[in-house]
Each structure stands twice: as C-alpha cells, then as structure tokens.
C-alpha cells in the first residue's frame, strides 16, 4: 500500500495525457500557448509501466485528463490497455468525445466528468475562445443516452457565470447528473496574482438555496466534493472547495503531468519524476521507492504546499484539474 507521512492512503491517480488542448478557457491558460514537444510526453508504454507499478501497490482508479485528453493520439488504445488494470475514469471538455462514446461504454469506463461552464453559447465563446458549444450539447446528450455516469463541472467565475448556478442545478430535475460547482483556482497559466475568490462554496450553495431546498447526501470517502439532492430530481449536485481545501485531511490522490512530474499536492511543486527515472532504466522496485520516499514529504494541505513555491504560472493544463 502507498502511504504518506500523514497516514493518508493513496489509491487515485489522475494523469494528464497532455497539454495540449482545443478550448482556451480563460481561468486555465492564455491565448498563446508554447506547448510540449511530443518526444517529452510520457509514451503510452510508460504510462502503462507506471500505472502496473501503481496498481501493484494499491491504486486501483486512474483519471485521465489533460488539456484534453481526446486530443492525444490514439487515445483509445490506452483506455483499453488500462481498463485490463484499473477503474478508469475521463475529465474532457467534450467537443471531440461524442464519436467516442459507444467505444467508451463497451470498455466500461467509470464515469466522464465533462467540463461545461455556462448554458449559453455566446457565453460559452467568451469563456473559452472557441465557438464549440454545440458539440460539448451533443456530448452531454450522448454520455445521458449511453447511461455513462456523468459529472458535469463548472467552474465558479464572480460575473461571468454565477447568474446561472440556479440553471445549471435545474438540469439535474430531468437528468441522472451530478452537477458539481468548482471554485476557481490560481492555475491559469499567466502566474498572474491571484488575490483570492468571491464565490466561496458556502456561498454558492447558498445562492442554490433561495431556489431549492437542499438535502445533504453521504459524500463518498475521499470525496473532493460536498452532495447534496434536490427533493423530486433525478440527479445530485455538489460544491467543490478546490481553493478553499477543506478537504486535505483525507486527499488519497497523486497527479502525473504529461512529462512525467509527479505532484503529492495540486497546488504543490512538482516532487520527482517518473518519465526520467524510467528512462534511466530504474527497476520497478526502484521506482516504487522513489515514489514512497516522495509521499513521505508530503504537506498536510495545500496551504502548507502553496507557501513551499512561488505562486504558480503553470496552467491547469499540465495539471489536469
Ligand atoms: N480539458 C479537459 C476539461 O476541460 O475537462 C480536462 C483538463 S481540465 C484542466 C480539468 C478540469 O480542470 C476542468 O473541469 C476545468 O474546468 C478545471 N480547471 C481548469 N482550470 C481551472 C482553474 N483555474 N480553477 C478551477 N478549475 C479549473
Ligand atoms: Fe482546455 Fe480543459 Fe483548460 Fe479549458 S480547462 S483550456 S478545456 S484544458
């Protein structure tokens, strides 16, 4: 099993495939983005080495995301690779994943977090840079049509979309989804100062209030997210403190980023990596030891992890959210 120093046990990996991405979406990165050369990305045959190394130590749930995963290569042949190994799991902004959806069925992958920021397509435009808001619709459609249990993400933005929080809670009235609220965090790319947010998760769950009641659900363990139900609807809500961490105590996760970095936190430096120390051919036990060593450094939250770095300038991208 992999434990940390805080007796946290680790059982979740999110790994971005890559940086590269076909939205702009304003609190992730800028306009122009100088992105990785493909010879620096994890190949597919690394990410299955380090994924058996991981599963042979207790993880047993991947989450693939990027930038946007759909957009490396041959991306199914690696979900039908780590199907065989592990509970797989997608985060996508779904403007290419509709054709994909039967294949993700068939392989039984777990559940698609789809990332949508407003119900408006003028909006969604100025968001994202991109004019894509009818393909991420017809996503959304064909994930419901497939039953893939689907979690829909918005991110938390003070004036451009807090006026449809109470919208996007009415879609789980008809809709089995799970509508969960982000805050916005400091990861956009520009190491532009962050001050902090207006849109804390109790105050988002109190903007919901005034339209419904809300009936608190048990969260899963190691839940990120705080459930709740609407009496008479299909589907589920929640409030994600990403900015607030309220929920460190009980984080069971580490992240690869497309070159290989490994974070203990999301908003800590980058730890080791994994990409070099295959490629200076470490053994399997070997990488497993650099990997316990890295999670016997880790902070308790991500206050202590942020005031270990300068303020970040990475985008969320090579992150993976
Ligand atoms: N491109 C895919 C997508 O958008 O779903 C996967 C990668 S994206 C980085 C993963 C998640 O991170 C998305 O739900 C996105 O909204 C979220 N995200 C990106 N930047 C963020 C930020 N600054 N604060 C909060 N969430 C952010
Ligand atoms: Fe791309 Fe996802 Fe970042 Fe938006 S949030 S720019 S879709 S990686």
Redesign the pocket.
Known sequence: MLIDNHHRVINYVRLAVTDR?NLR?T??MPEKMQFLEREALLSYEEILRFMRVLTGAGVSKVRI????PFLRKDLLYLLEELVKISGVSI???GVLTAPYIPQLKALGIQQV?L?LDTLQAPKFFRITRRDQFSAVQQTLHRLLEHDIPVKL?M?VMDGVNTDELTDFAALTRDHPLSVRF?E??P??GQGKGFSGINWHYKRILDTIRVAYPLEKLTDAPNSTSLNYSIPGHAGSIGVIP?YSRTFCGSCNRIRVTPTGNLKTCLYGKDVMNVRDLMRQNVTDEELLQHLQAALYQRFADGFAAAADRQAPAES??VI??
């Open positions: 991405c979406c609190y992730c995301t990027g930038g946007e985060t996508t902004n977090n990332s993400n991110v982000i916005e965090m990861f956009n990403a969320m991208s993976g959210g």
